[in-house]
């Protein structure tokens, strides 16, 4: 939206930052990158090669990373950032342009979208004053209705929790997001917000971690959550993607602020795994004349196996794998070496159990 100074405002409560500069482009700041689930369109530069005979289609976002595709005149000219008003069932809603062009058709093949081209709704035209100062009211309206809502809720004695509230930008329509373990009759529930807003009602339930997306948060690495940033689908996170990566399995410490196993598991999982078809079996010891080794760690990336006596689990070397499967090889062939530490890089030696380091400082005297 821009007044009469050239000031440009974007919209509150829609996961973006407020930007008061009009020539944003000098100052370096990118509206758009701001923006929940923000896509970078790189190929903006190039000319689109659709014909403008066919319907265009174009990515809107509304709130909290919602986005869905409309089809729209070639005529209009949309540009990524812009404020239009979209067909909805009923009335109309108001979105924001994230994406144009060819990379729209890529992100329809990637959601398997294609084949609803047809019968995608439209985008009927840019938003005029009026319509944006409606909206930006009923922006205002959502907070309220959520808090609101949630005493309706308390007072039916139902056990869901309403996360969330979005209007339609024309106030036609209020969507409540809802997380619930069990089903939840909420046939009366719909009733009492109907007589209390005004609006059609629309129930959406959603799970804990569309929910963490949704309202957002920093993760224990001091950024924002990934689900709340950048992911548009949820992967399923098992516990073997712990072990793969040699993680202790520690709940509270493997969990997310949903309470599910944190989804940055899964992203290194498939290095881990390329790097392990390397490795010799873990279970096979190793015989030496000093006597039989059993593995205790391993470094995946260093390529290093750790491995202690029997009777000396204190004690371990570290072996690379080669040397491993070197000896593994003179064990098979009914061949003894020495001792392991003709192999061993380093060793690492560990404290006796029973002993608390935590308040001896007399090395520091």
């Known amino acids: 939206m821009e007044d009469q100074d050239n000031q440009i405002y974007i919209e509150p409560s829609r996961g973006c930052c407020i ?29 689109n090669p659709v014909s403008v005979n066919e319907p265009q289609v174009a990515e809107i976002r509304f709130k909290n990373g919602r986005k869905e595709f409309f089809t729209y005149h070639a005529e209009m000219n949309l540009k990524e950032g812009e404020i239009v008003a979209v067909e909805a069932a009923p009335g109309h809603d108001i979105g924001i342009v994230s994406m144009v062009g060819e990379l729209v058709r890529l992100q329809l093949t990637r959601k398997r979208e294609e084949a609803k081209k047809r019968e995608m709704k439209q985008v009927f035209r840019h938003a005029r004053i009026a319509d944006i100062e409606k909206w930006m009211e009923v922006i205002k309206l959502e907070d309220p209705t959520m808090l609101q809502s949630r005493k309706i809720t308390s007072t039916l ?7 969330d509230v979005e209007f339609q930008g024309d106030k036609t329509k209020a969507i409540f997001y809802y997380t619930a373990n069990d089903r939840v009759d909420f046939r009366e529930l719909i009733r009492h917000l ?16 569309q929910e963490a997306a949704k309202l957002g948060g920093i993760g224990p690495c001091g950024r924002e959550l990934c689900c709340a940033s950048f992911m548009s689908s949820f992967r399923s996170v098992s516990t073997n993607a712990a072990r793969v990566q040699q993680l202790s399995l520690n709940p509270q410490k493997l969990a997310g602020q949903c309470g599910k196993l944190k989804c940055c598991l899964n992203y290194e999982v498939d290095n881990y795994v390329d790097s392990l078809k390397s490795f010799p079996d873990q279970s096979i010891p190793l015989n030496t004349k000093k006597g039989k080794a059993f593995h205790m760690k391993s470094d995946v990336f260093k390529k290093i196996m750790w491995y202690s006596y029997v009777g000396d689990s204190n004690n371990m070397m570290a072996i690379q794998i080669d040397h491993v499967k070197e000896i593994m090889k003179q064990n098979r062939n009914g061949k003894l070496p020495a001792d392991l530490e003709m192999y061993a890089e380093k060793n690492e030696i560990k404290e006796p159990e029973g002993i608390d380091r935590v308040n001896d400082i007399s090395g520091y005297i």
Not at 19 to 44: V, Y
Not at 194 to 209: D, H, L, N, P, S
């Open 194 to 209: 109907a007589e209390t807003f005004k609006v059609r009602i629309e129930m959406r339930q959603i799970g804990v971690r």
């Open 157 to 163: 004695k139902l056990d869901m929790k309403i996360n």
């Open 19 to 47: 930007i008061n500069n009009a020539d944003n482009s000098q100052s370096g700041i990118n509206q758009q990158r701001c923006c929940k689930l923000a896509s970078n369109n790189w190929l903006a530069d190039y000319p």
